[in-house]
C-alpha cells in the first residue's frame, strides 16, 4: 500500500527566505506527483505537476523535483514572501489500476514579514 | 467559469439525521471523487465517479452513498449520521486524456460536524 510522507509538518522561516519541503513515498510505481497549495478553510490548488519520466518541473519561485527511484520529491520555494504562508500537500498518482491520488498529511508554513 | 462548487459550506447534525452534500462542476469533466480530510490523516478517497451513471467506492466508503445523474453533479449522501463521519468534505473533479486522469480540480469545501 503506497504510503506518501511529508517532513516537516510544520515550519515557519522569515520573510525572503528560501526554503525546501520533502515528500516522501513508499511504492516508486508511481504515474505522476503533484505539489498542492491548500489555505485554510479553502480547497486544494494544483502547483505543480511532475510525471514520472520527468526529474523537475518550475513555476515561477517554485521548483518541484522528483527522484522515483528512491521515492522522494522535494518542493523549492525562492525568496519567500508572507503570501506563501499556506498547507503544502503532495500527492502520487499510482501507474496501474484506478490511478487514485494518495496524498500526503502536509507541510505547514508560515512566513513571517 | 466557477470551477467546482460545494453546497453547503458548513452544516451540523446530529447523531442518525440523514444530509446530502452536493458538488458541480461546469468544466465538463468526466471524472469527479469526494475526499474527507482529517487531522494528521492527508486526505482520503471516499466514492469517485468515471462518468455519468457511474459510481465506484474509494478507500472509506462505509457509511456514504453517492450518486451521479448527471455529468455536472456529483452527490454525497450520509443515511445516518455517526460522530465519526465529522470532517472537511472536498468534490474534485478531472478530465480524462488518452486514458489518463491529469490535474484535479477541487472544490472550497463542506465543513460537518456531527453531535
Known amino acids: 500500500k503506497q504510503e506518501v510522507t511529508q517532513i516537516p509538518a510544520a515550519l515557519r522561516v522569515p520573510e525572503g527566505e528560501n526554503l525546501v519541503l520533502n515528500c516522501s513515498f513508499t511504492d516508486s510505481a508511481i504515474y505522476n506527483l503533484q505539489w498542492f497549495r491548500q489555505d485554510p478553510g479553502k480547497g486544494l490548488t494544483s502547483l505543480l505537476l511532475?510525471?514520472?519520466?520527468?526529474r523537475e518541473q518550475t513555476s515561477g519561485r517554485l521548483n518541484a523535483s522528483l527522484d522515483k527511484s528512491s521515492g522522494r520529491s522535494t518542493l523549492y520555494i525562492a525568496a519567500s514572501q508572507p503570501g506563501d504562508s499556506a498547507t503544502y500537500l503532495c500527492a502520487v498518482r499510482a501507474d496501474t489500476g484506478f490511478q487514485k491520488l494518495v496524498f500526503g498529511t502536509g507541510t505547514r508554513l508560515l512566513v513571517s514579514p | 467559469n466557477a470551477g467546482v462548487t460545494q453546497t453547503p459550506k458548513f452544516r451540523v447534525l446530529k447523531t442518525g439525521q440523514s444530509m446530502t452534500l452536493l458538488c458541480a462542476q461546469d468544466?465538463?469533466?468526466?471524472?469527479m471523487y469526494w475526499y474527507r480530510q482529517d487531522p494528521g490523516m492527508g486526505l482520503r478517497l471516499i466514492h469517485y465517479s468515471v462518468g455519468e451513471g457511474t459510481t465506484a467506492k474509494g478507500e472509506v466508503p462505509d457509511g456514504y452513498n453517492v450518486s451521479r445523474l448527471k455529468k455536472q453533479n456529483f452527490l454525497l449522501g450520509l443515511e445516518s449520521a455517526a460522530p465519526s463521519q465529522t470532517s472537511v468534505y472536498f468534490c474534485a473533479s478531472s478530465y480524462v486524456q488518452n486514458a489518463i486522469q491529469e490535474t484535479q480540480y477541487f472544490g472550497p469545501g463542506t465543513r460537518l460536524l456531527v453531535l
Open positions: 468544466m465538463n469533466h468526466e471524472y
Open positions: 511532475i510525471q514520472s519520466s520527468q
